[in-house]
């Protein structure tokens, strides 16, 4: 597991708990980090909706650099599956 991925699960883990879904974000080249009512984990299981984007777009969804509608409208941010779990997302990112 890369040092991407587990900072990724340290910096959601607790936000993440009592998420309403299952959600993955797939950072290229890294891993997977999975988000269901339990919090945050390294894993690849399947998840209503399935983000996908490079370590520099994902870090910058993180700190608040990148606006993720921005990211997808521009296409640096990919998302496959459920829309409203997404969009659900959002409170865990800010």
């Given at each position: 597991m890369s040092k991407v991925?587990?900072?990724a699960v340290a910096a959601l883990d607790a936000k993440a708990k009592g998420?309403?879904?299952t959600?993955?974000?797939v950072i290229e080249g890294e891993g997977s980090?999975?988000?269901d009512a339990d919090g945050a984990r390294a894993d690849d299981a399947e998840a209503d909706v399935t983000l996908t984007a490079s370590r520099e777009t994902f870090e910058g969804l993180l700190n608040g650099e990148v606006n993720p509608t921005m990211a997808f409208m521009t296409g640096k941010l990919k998302v496959?599956?459920?829309m409203g779990t997404a969009m659900k997302l959002g409170s865990i990112l800010s």
């Open positions: 991925v587990n900072a998420f309403d879904g959600a993955k974000f980090v999975y988000i496959d599956g459920s």
